[in-house]
């Protein structure tokens, strides 16, 4: 394990406003001998997700087990940012390097993906406190808004976006995307939701189920907990930036997770959000490296989210808070007597690919994978659980090709890569400063 335990013990859960502003749903533990079509290791969107695929679509009988309950991941944690992503490698970088057929379906897999969302919400009545959609990108550096200005279009300089509710004391400039680009959500209520349409579609749910051991069984897998096992001809892991490396080994150091923080305030008063001129509930990011993602929450506290970190000892964790609250005073002065009244973490999954992954275990029949979304996994996560789902019924090309290049192994030491590579990103970046 990269982490210390800290921010990996299932018995834990983050101190999120989400958690503190929705109830979840507490399945049983898995207890003695159980036997379905498909196991499915994680009860976040991908594992529900595909969950409701095979059950809706297949008829299939399906157990879902999560080592705590269903949202404790970075599922339940997340920025509620529904939108575009799951990969860290750019359109014109796929063409390039996988043609542009692979590029184009990778683009069509993202848009989809903020469709399932969509259809999720509608189809299931998941009341997840959807927001006003689009996206804004912010330039933090004259170089970043000058790299904007040269994209062209609907680009808008500091009064356009004062004059459009997004004042910020920092940014010099911004593009707006438009409802294409998704919509802010409650991510508990979300993932929770999802776990309330499995259970009413049949799904069987365990909580408090840590799987310790995956072991080939004749016909398919036995995946043993602390109080039973679970046999299946196939199985799909979807643990995400959780995963037990060691399950399967194959797995091992093909991922890299990383730690993404976020901040909610006390809900601001209508004086102080005229005073800074931030009124809109539109999901707002950065293009910097080492990000901030930021969103007036529906209830009028503001949500602020920086990706970074390298330990959850207390005193780093606490060391990143403080330096991210400074940040947040320095973009939005007029908020800067807002106290924090929640600030937890979470891990999100790299690849070395660059890309997901969604497809088999080499070597391993029945065994599958769905993970990686590169802390963008929302929208891809949902779509990618349920074109899993079809793979694993056998249709392994349903997922786009992007997603089916097993990522290779890190080559070297990932703390110390990870460590290098923030420094370098810092640099980079250079210092957040407030406009002139
Ligand atoms: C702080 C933070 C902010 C983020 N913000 C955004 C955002 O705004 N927008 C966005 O698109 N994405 C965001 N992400 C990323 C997004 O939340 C994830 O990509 C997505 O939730 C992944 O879903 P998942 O189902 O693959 O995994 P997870 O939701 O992480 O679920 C994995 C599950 O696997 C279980 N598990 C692990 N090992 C075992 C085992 N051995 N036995 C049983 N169960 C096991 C865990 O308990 C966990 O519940 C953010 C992530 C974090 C941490």
């Known amino acids: 394990m990269l982490y210390e335990p800290e921010g990996l013990d299932p018995a834990r859960w983050p101190d999120s406003y989400w958690r503190a502003s929705h109830s979840g749903v507490t399945c049983p533990p898995l207890a003695g001998r159980a036997k379905a079509?498909?196991?499915?290791?994680?009860?976040?969107?991908?594992?529900?997700?595909?969950?409701?695929?095979?059950?809706?679509?297949?008829?299939?009988?399906?157990?879902?087990?999560?080592?705590?309950?269903?949202?404790?991941?970075?599922?339940?944690?997340?920025?509620?940012?529904?939108?575009?992503?799951?990969?860290?490698?750019?359109?014109?970088?796929?063409?390039?390097?996988?043609?542009?057929?692979?590029?184009?379906?990778?683009?069509?897999?993202?848009?989809?993906?903020?469709?399932?969302?969509?259809?999720?919400?509608?189809?299931?009545?998941?009341?997840?406190?959807?927001?006003?959609?689009?996206?804004?990108?912010?330039?933090?550096?004259?170089?970043?808004?000058?790299?904007?200005?040269?994209?062209?279009?609907?680009?808008?300089?500091?009064?356009?976006?004062?004059?459009?509710?997004?004042?910020?004391?920092?940014?010099?400039?911004?593009?707006?995307?438009?409802?294409?680009?998704g919509f802010g959500l409650h991510p508990y209520a979300y993932v929770t939701g999802l776990a309330g349409a499995a259970l009413d579609a049949g799904v069987t749910i365990h909580g408090d189920s840590p799987v310790t051991r995956l072991d080939p069984a004749p016909g398919g897998w036995v995946l043993r907990t602390a109080g039973g096992e679970l046999h299946a001809p196939r199985v799909l892991i979807a643990t995400n930036g959780y995963s037990d490396e060691r399950l399967p080994r194959w797995l091992s150091r093909r991922i890299l997770p990383a730690i993404s923080n976020i901040m909610v305030t006390r809900p601001l008063t209508g004086d102080e959000i005229q005073a800074q001129g931030w009124t809109r509930q539109v999901m707002a990011y950065d293009e910097r490296l080492m990000l901030h993602y930021f969103r007036l929450l529906p209830d009028n506290r503001f949500l602020f989210g920086a990706r970074g970190g390298l330990s959850f000892r207390p005193a780093s964790v606490a060391a990143f808070a403080r330096r991210s609250r400074a940040e947040f005073d320095m973009i939005f002065p007029a908020f800067r007597n807002a106290e924090t009244e929640y600030e937890w973490n979470g891990l999100v999954c790299l690849t070395a690919s660059l890309a997901p992954y969604i497809g088999?275990?080499?070597?391993?029949?029945?065994?599958?994978?769905?993970?990686?979304?590169?802390?963008?996994?929302?929208?891809?996560?949902?779509?990618?659980?349920?074109?899993?789902?079809?793979?694993?019924?056998?249709?392994?090309?349903?997922?786009?090709?992007?997603?089916?290049?097993?990522?290779?192994?890190?080559?070297?030491?990932?703390?110390?890569?990870?460590?290098?590579?923030?420094?370098?990103?810092?640099l980079v970046d250079g210092r957040l400063r407030p406009r002139p």
């Open 37 to 181: 079509d498909v196991a499915i290791i994680g009860a976040g969107y991908a594992g529900l997700n595909a969950a409701l695929e095979l059950v809706e679509q297949h008829g299939a009988r399906v157990i879902v087990v999560d080592a705590a309950q269903p949202g404790w991941g970075a599922s339940g944690r997340n920025g509620g940012f529904c939108c575009k992503g799951g990969a860290r490698i750019e359109g014109p970088a796929i063409g390039r390097r996988l043609g542009a057929g692979v590029a184009e379906e990778w683009a069509a897999f993202q848009r989809a993906a903020i469709e399932r969302v969509r259809d999720n919400l509608d189809r299931y009545a998941i009341d997840a406190q959807a927001t006003e959609p689009g996206e804004l990108r912010l330039a933090s550096t004259p170089r970043e808004w000058r790299a904007m200005q040269r994209e062209g279009g609907a680009v808008m300089d500091p009064r356009a976006l004062r004059e459009a509710g997004f004042d910020t004391a920092v940014y010099h400039g911004g593009i707006l995307g438009g409802p294409e680009e």
């Open 360 to 426: 088999p275990v080499p070597g391993a029949a029945g065994l599958w994978l769905a993970l990686g979304w590169h802390g963008n996994g929302v929208a891809a996560a949902s779509e990618g659980g349920r074109v899993a789902a079809r793979a694993v019924m056998g249709a392994p090309d349903a997922p786009p090709a992007l997603t089916r290049r097993p990522p290779p192994r890190f080559a070297l030491p990932r703390k110390p890569a990870l460590a290098a590579g923030m420094a370098l990103a810092g």
